[in-house]
Nanobody
């Protein structure tokens, strides 16, 4: 099931961006969807995820600045509202979906660049 991520771009420190991720194809039961950041020269790390029940988890570095949410109609679409962006938020953001049968899909990623 392809995952399409949108919304990356170039922004100055203190600015905001909103990322979107939508799963296309067959409708199936989603367990967890989330966002991961791969900064230059670093491994991919969790930014935030949201469960089917609406429970959210955030990396300490983004708490209070980022908000993950899910579309009320299209349950396999999620958003990441990023406020007060910092240069260290720069990198490629990947969307991940885990189904109720524990299958995992990754999106192609969207680039976010924050200038100081």
């Amino acid at each position: 099931v392809p995952l399409q991520a949108y919304g990356g771009g170039f922004v100055q420190a203190g600015g905001s961006l909103r990322l979107s991720c939508a799963a296309s194809g067959s409708i199936f039961s989603v367990n967890v969807m989330g966002w991961y950041l791969q900064a230059p020269g670093k491994e991919r790390e969790l930014v935030a995820h949201i469960t089917s029940g609406g429970r959210t988890v955030y990396a300490d570095s983004v708490k209070g600045r980022f908000t993950i949410s899910r579309d009320n109609v299209h349950r396999s679409t999620i958003y990441l509202q990023m406020n007060s962006l910092k240069p260290e938020d720069t990198g490629r953001y990947f969307c991940k979906l885990i189904s109720s049968t524990s299958r995992t899909w990754w999106g192609q990623g969207t680039q976010v660049t924050v200038s100081s």
